[in-house]
């Protein structure tokens, strides 16, 4: 197992921004992609960002996000800026073994979540 934190979530007004955290605890020597997914209410989980040798975006935070990782200390951090209401959502950080995917169901590893809103 590997123990996912976040952090960094809140509230902030359309226009601002905001920036997450994730710490990988435990055997996190073996995951290679580290990831962003966000999930709004009666809607699915669905891809922001991911890191594994290069980084890659959904279209909807191109521009606006940059996700970032510190290996040496297991951590992946996204920064928001710019922020829409169609923000608002639980961001997940999730991790995997293998190579980069915006499948959801292939991140093995998942935090418990980080409510982010952003208001009009």
């Known amino acids: 197992q590997v123990p996912l934190v976040e952090s960094g979530g809140g509230l902030v007004q359309a226009g601002g921004s905001l920036r997450l955290s994730c710490a990988a605890s435990g055997r996190a020597a073996g995951v290679y992609t580290m990831g962003w997914f966000r999930q709004a209410p009666g809607k699915e989980r669905e891809f922001v960002a991911w890191?594994?040798?290069?980084?890659g975006y959904a279209d909807s935070v191109k521009g606006r996000f940059t996700i970032s990782r510190d290996n040496a200390k297991n951590t992946v951090a996204l920064q928001m800026n710019s922020l829409k209401p169609e923000d608002t959502a639980v961001y997940y950080c999730?991790?995997?073994?293998?190579?980069?995917?915006?499948?959801?169901?292939?991140?093995?590893?998942w935090g418990q979540g980080t409510q982010v809103t952003v208001s009009s």
């Open positions: 999730a991790a995997r073994r293998g190579a980069p995917t915006t499948l959801a169901r292939q991140y093995e590893f």
């Open positions: 890191s594994g040798g290069r980084t």
